[in-house]
């Protein structure tokens, strides 16, 4: 759990810093708006992220959004960040199949190159072949 989900705030101080009356947390809380955790003696506890989203709500409300609209709201923010996340993972995904693919392509070249042979390895020099002949040029190694 990082700093920002931490709960740390009692509802009075949660509702102090978002500008609300404690009781507007309440009614939050019981149409789902804000999850608040709880401490063993049940008390809520609210994180930075919940006032972060207390304030995103008051706002709303302000601009004239009845609280079904920012439930709506809250609901597609919530399917975004779930999209951006899916997005980073495919993009890792992607980054670690295209180095997969340079690295095998990067030893099918080397292995056109070198070719075992019982007696050692023989390396082909293209460069020469195509200078001189048709015929590779082979150096024992």
């Known amino acids: 759990m990082n700093d920002r989900e931490r ?15 404690p009781q507007t947390l309440r009614v939050y809380e019981s ?3 804000v999850t608040p955790k709880r401490s063993g003696g049940n008390t ?3 994180s930075p992220a919940d006032i972060e989203r207390l304030e995103l709500i008051s706002q ?12 709506r709201i809250l609901d ?17 995904r992607v980054r670690k199949t295209m180095d997969r693919l340079h690295e095998l ?11 075992y042979q019982p007696g050692g390895l023989r390396v082909i ?11 590779p040029t082979v150096h024992n190694g």
Do not use: F, W
Not at 76 to 92: F, V
Not at 105 to 115: F, N
Not at 125 to 135: C, I, N, P, V, Y
């Open 31 to 33: 149409r789902g708006l």
């Open 60 to 71: 709303l409300t302000s601009e004239g959004i009845n609280l079904a609209g920012v439930m």
């Open 76 to 92: 597609m923010q919530n399917r975004l960040d779930e999209c951006d996340e899916q997005i980073e993972r495919l993009g890792r």
């Open 105 to 115: 392509e990067m030893r099918q070249q080397i292995t056109a190159l070198v070719r």
């Open 125 to 135: 020099d293209q460069q020469a072949s195509s200078r001189k002949t048709s015929e």
């Open 7 to 21: 709960p740390v705030y009692m509802i009075s101080v949660a509702a102090e810093l978002a500008g609300m009356h």
């Open 44 to 46: 809520r506890l609210y």
